[in-house]
């Protein structure tokens, strides 16, 4: 087991590199801005990666991970965490400057060349696949090597650090350490990723919303910046 979470871990981060760095030469040749091409290349290499990982999840039998079964203690431990997501997404965006992200710039550049894209990757691409990565192999595949709680500590982290070139070495990393842990619970009560990748969707949505529509604050601090 432990063997195979290895070759599958090093074929996924071969795979992501060198599809990443593909699409983001092409992208490039073809006149979009690097930083809409990077933000495009980043969505292809977690697909890449992804599948490759889900190769690997069924052949170690994890395939019950895609598929859930509703109980009343699911549907109240998913509204919770789902609430608590939702929350946190909108007040890290109210106490926080968001807008100075990376990861936002590279995201209003995407959607000034390329809207369809902008909605696609954060709300398809980075919840199905970030979860098959994070809380599939990272979490729920290694809890069968080290346990539950350790695998999901473990999540954590590398979903975290994950973020640093997207947000940089920021305190914009707690809520997303947060959000991890969150989004990590339903697979470690219930053994399903389902609900942890609707949860995902629903958060990139509201972020998405902020790009679009900043909060007062973050207007407010805006303005105060280009006064000075």
């Known amino acids: 087991m ?3 979470w290895v070759i599958a871990s090093a074929a996924s981060i071969a795979s992501s590199i060198g599809s990443a760095c593909l699409v983001g030469t092409l992208l490039i040749k073809r006149g ?12 292809a290499a977690q697909a890449v990666a992804a599948s490759v990982i889900l190769y690997f999840m069924t052949r170690v039998g994890l395939t019950s991970l895609f598929t859930v079964n509703v109980s009343p203690q699911l549907l109240v431990t998913w509204l919770a965490v789902t609430a608590a997501a939702l929350l946190m997404v909108v007040v890290s965006d109210e106490v926080g400057d968001p807008m100075n992200a990376p990861v936002v710039k590279e995201f209003l550049a995407l959607y000034r060349v390329c809207k369809p ?8 691409v980075a919840p199905v696949c970030e979860e098959i990565l994070f809380r599939g192999a ?20 590398t979903f975290t650090l994950a973020h640093v070139r997207a947000l940089g070495f920021s305190k914009a990393l707690i809520p997303v350490a947060a959000l991890a842990t969150l989004l990590g619970l339903p697979v470690a009560l219930y053994g399903t990723l389902i609900p942890s990748m609707i949860t995902h969707a629903l958060c990139n949505l509201v972020g998405m919303r902020n790009m679009l529509i900043p909060s007062r604050t973050n207007q407010l601090a805006g303005l105060a910046g280009e006064l000075r």
């Open 117 to 124: 894209c902008f909605f696609i990757l954060p709300l398809l």
């Open 138 to 157: 990272t979490q729920a595949w290694l809890a069968t090597i080290i346990g539950v709680w350790p695998a999901l500590l473990v999540a954590v982290a």
């Open 32 to 43: 979009f801005s690097r930083a809409s091409a990077e933000i495009m290349a980043s969505g």
């Open 2 to 4: 432990i063997v195979e």
